[in-house]
């Protein structure tokens, strides 16, 4: 969309906003356009928000999840399981494994996945961190919950081989058909695996957990 | 969605965020933990330019289009037709119309339209200084392109009104099937209206606007 908009301070909020993700330049517009039609205010609120968040933003020191102390409140929580520690991608994740209320255990940020294609190196992840608490904190069960893509299998197998010499038990999310979906409409690749990987059955409506 | 995030800076900025048209929770939740995993000088590009924005976005004194001089450069140019203004309800319509290049004349943006029921009011809109126009410019055509809806309307009557007793040509957009359309998926209102404002044949696709 090649547009004249006669205004170079309304250009440069729309070639900013448009680099966020999801957002084309015909949106960034119509946010550009709305943010003029409120108060001053709304806009310093917005813009100090964003800044005031990057710039202060801190990490747990222990599991990497986002929090405004040093320890996050899941790692303060004595009641959690500390042996069991679930390895996930990034903060987003915490917020989704948590939903599900299924894992009582600590989590372990890695703040990415190894990607060779996107100039990501293990040493620019949390693995090094992770292998650390491994040695240190006495944990029995690392769950790996990375995407089941190329670069989480990566990731997997590459923080696999780096606990191997450790004590520690290494699982990793079950694959198989989403509940719920027909299946027909379940892609071949999950399918062979779930066949190859079929469990003893179990009324798992009553299951427990 | 309830979500514990640990961060108050967080939780603020994606409050913010999610005050845009169109960005729910989830979308504000994704967008700020994008920002987080970019550098600093993003944030500060990203919020700076909202605010730089909103703090000194100027408006063209004559059509009130946004720009960034005393006078747009629609209104400054002296080879379009100042004796034709277009009447719109905002800076996008401006951009939208533009792009069909049908339209030579200048434009008088009105910054909304009448809406009791959200207390918008004619005293709110740029009507008074198009009355002014219509008398002082030698304008001969005003031609109303407000959106074909109930807002819409009210605001075309209450400017014919205003209007009625200067010596100026008043028409408005024509309405009727879109083009491309089939004449199945109109709707009945739209399918009435352009039967009772049927118009001679002509083979449009020579036609020369």
Redesign the interface.
Known sequence: ME????????E??I???A?????GHK?A????????R?E?S????????????????KYCTRCH????KDI???CGDHKRDSTTVCVVE???DV?TI??THVHHGLYHVLGGLISPLDGISPSDLEIESLIERVEKEGIEEIILALSPTMEGDTTNFYIFRKLSHLPVKVTMLARGLSIGNELEYTDELTLGRSIQNRMPFTNSFNKNN
């Open positions: 547009l004249n908009l006669n205004s170079p301070l309304l440069n909020a070639a900013e906003l680099k966020l993700p999801g957002i949106t517009l119509r946010l550009a356009l709305h943010i003029l409120q001053k709304m806009a310093h609120d917005l813009g100090n928000s964003i800044i005031t968040m990057r710039d202060n933003i999840n986002i929090s405004d996050c409140p899941i990034n903060v987003k917020l948590e939903s």
